[in-house]
């Protein structure tokens, strides 16, 4: 099991501040940021130094900066369905949280809505997406990622987004599935056509006959047979009868 605070493309300084005292130098956020920067562009990803930044902002509010935030939640997006997204959730501000948990049903009551344009709204929506992803609503996720501008303003910093969440959904599909209905995965990947064809077989590998999918057996959607086998010594049940004869009537 690869170690959570691993990043192989985890530049030296960075090891460097992640392993001293100078994690918690509010001086070194502007060094985190512009790594937080680096990794959306890249197409990498540090989870141990982002929830580093997002423990500086906790202790340093005045440090925050939103947009570098919701980056973070968003990089955690594509490793689904890890827990990141919710370590960095544990970390944001008490007020953005609250605002976030608000109910449909709650706001109907009188309780203030997030306001547009704000980190509640912006963690609201990325929860939204969350949500469906655990749920393993692939569909209503694409659909909700297209569905408002706010969405795409969110992941534009993120190079390759959707190419790196297909892939993430493809890795959730192959653990659990051997086929599956090409219209089915059309909807889940929102691809289609010959785009399609070109992402299962030379991203992921698998075949396709007619209209159903085939996925290779891996350790994880190979049924197996378990057997499981207890070695209980007769002296342990001897104990067991001595001791319901010495309780009291």
Not at 102 to 126: F, I, M, R
Not at 190 to 208: A, H, Q, S
Not at 213 to 222: A, D, G, R, T, Y
Request: net charge negative.
């Amino acid at each position: 099991m690869v170690a959570f605070d691993y990043a192989p493309e985890r530049p030296e300084h960075i090891d460097t501040i992640l392993n001293g005292l100078d994690r918690y130098n509010p001086e070194t956020t502007t060094v985190f940021q512009d790594y937080v920067a680096q990794q959306c562009e890249s197409q990498t990803y540090d989870a141990y130094a982002n929830l580093a930044l997002l423990k500086l902002y906790q202790f340093n509010p005045h440090l925050t900066r939103d947009e570098t935030t919701t980056n973070i939640l968003v990089k955690a997006l594509t490793v689904f369905p890890a827990p990141d997204f919710g370590l960095g959730l544990s970390l944001l501000p008490p007020y953005v949280l609250a605002q976030t948990k608000l109910s449909p049903s709650n706001q109907q009551n009188g309780a203030p809505a997030p306001t547009q344009g704000t980190l509640a709204e912006a963690v609201q929506h990325l929860c939204t997406l969350h949500t469906h992803l655990n749920h393993a609503q692939y569909a209503e996720f694409w659909n909700t990622l297209e569905s408002d501008d706010l969405y795409a303003d969110l992941v534009a910093d993120v190079q390759g987004f959707e190419d790196s969440m297909r892939v993430r959904i493809a890795v959730v599909v192959s653990q659990c599935m051997q086929e599956v209905q090409r219209d089915v995965l059309e909807s889940w990947l929102n691809v289609r056509g010959p785009k399609l064809d070109n992402f299962v077989k030379e991203v992921c590998g698998w075949t396709i006959e007619g209209g159903v999918v085939k996925i290779p057996l891996n350790q994880e959607n190979e049924a197996r047979g378990t057997v499981v086998k207890e070695d209980v010594k007769f002296e342990q049940f001897g104990r067991i009868v001595k001791r319901a004869y010495e309780q009291p009537a």
